[in-house]
């Protein structure tokens, strides 16, 4: 089965998709928010990625560019992407979306640093993702894992 990865435009129809996903929230919310505001549609502002079967988005995540200046994962500090709301609807896990969402991402050639769930780290690590060798992160309740183009380690 081909699965392609599609930039989300930012309309109703992929806020009411959005609505079956766990991970629902502030990000949405601001969306749809925007949209009742009457802004208008801009495919390139949306920073979600997903993946239909049919004509049912059933894998989603959102990225978005972090520049080097900002970076406190990798030294040197570089331009990296921030992997959030990874997540594939219970009944397509386990077909390789959310793979082809995590590899789609790693094509960009960027560092990559993620905030998995607890009970999804056996899926990043698998994705060749490790974890931030330093503790600052953990005490904002984050467990930050990152990945790199080279295989070279974070911080």
Do not use: C, H
């Not at 802004?39 to 560019?65: A, H």
């Not at 994962?73 to 570089?78: A, D, G, K, V």
């Not at 969402?101 to 690590?125: H, R």
Request: glycine letters at 8%.
């Amino acid at each position: 089965m081909k699965m392609k990865v599609e930039k989300l435009k930012v309309n109703f129809k992929t806020l009411e998709e959005f609505k079956k996903f766990k991970e629902y929230g502030i990000q949405e919310l601001s969306m749809l928010e925007d949209l009742e505001a009457n802004i208008i549609e801009d495919e390139g502002s949306s920073p979600f990625y997903g993946i239909y079967f049919g004509d049912k988005l059933v894998g989603r995540m959102s990225l978005y560019q972090v520049e080097a200046k900002f970076d406190r994962y990798f030294s040197p500090p570089q331009n990296y992407f921030e992997l959030w709301k990874l997540e594939v609807l219970p009944q397509y896990r386990n077909k390789g979306f959310g793979k082809t969402l995590v590899d789609f991402a790693k094509g960009f050639g960027l560092p990559i640093k993620a905030n998995p769930k607890n009970q999804s780290s056996i899926f990043w690590e698998k994705m060749g993702f490790t974890p931030v060798e330093y503790e600052m992160e953990r005490d904002l309740g984050e467990n930050p894992l990152v990945w790199t183009p080279d295989g070279a380690s974070a911080q």
